[in-house]
Every structure is written in C-alpha cells, then in structure tokens.
C-alpha cells in the first residue's frame, strides 16, 4: 500500500460503527459489495479486483492504521480511489471501525495497546 499506509491513525478520533455503516453502504459497496466481499456490482469492471474484507490472509495484512490511510489516500495501483478528497478523516475512520467490527474475524486486529484494553 505504499508509505503512505504506514502513517498512524488520528489519535483524536473515534470510530462509529452505526455511521460507518451508513458511509460503507453509500460510498465503498459498489466496489467491496455490501458483504465487503469484493464482489460489488462495479467489482466485474475492475482489475485488480476489490478486496475481499473477509479473505483471512487479507486481515491477517491489515491494521486499522492501513485501512484508514488507504481509504484516505488512495491505493496506488489499484483502482480504489483517495476518499480524503470528499470524506473527512472522522467519516473515514467510522468507515474503518465498520469494517473492522463487521468482516474483520479477529476483532482485535490492528488495534492499539490501549484501543485493546477499552
């Protein structure tokens, strides 16, 4: 995902999982399908296809620091575009917290010490 993927998430946030659904419903699932599957309706048109947010091995690569800075700033390489441009970094980080707390099987993954002890 590049280095931008690598920068932390905004201390001062917190993620929404009910308003993280919302946004995920109106903005992601024409691509990731609204089972985060990757199997939207858009998904047939793409390549690289979309990700798979419930693939295992997908998870295992991914924390929310990731996922929030690749919604934010775009993938290079693939077609998923920079969501920072028309989402704020509070939407994007509902967005984050949904799919993590939806598809994401290990829910702890990618948290922080103290986001784990809450």
């Not at 009910?18 to 609204?34: D, E, P, R, W």
């Not at 089972?35 to 998870?59: C, E, L, T």
């Not at 077609?79 to 702890?108: C, H, R």
């Amino acid at each position: 995902m590049g280095h931008e993927a690598s920068k932390t998430l905004p201390t001062e946030l917190t993620g929404d999982v009910v308003t993280g659904k919302a946004y995920f419903i109106q903005n992601c699932t024409a691509c990731h399908g609204i089972n985060g599957d990757g199997n939207g309706p858009r998904a047939y048109f793409i390549f690289p296809k979309p990700r798979n947010f419930q693939d295992p091995d997908f998870q295992k690569q991914l924390s929310r620091s990731q996922l929030f800075n690749a919604i934010k700033n775009g993938v290079l390489g693939r077609e998923m575009p920079a969501w920072g441009k028309v989402l704020s970094d509070q939407q994007i980080m509902d967005i984050t917290e949904y799919i993590f707390q939806t598809f994401f099987t290990d829910k702890q993954q990618g948290m922080t010490t103290s986001q784990k002890s809450n």
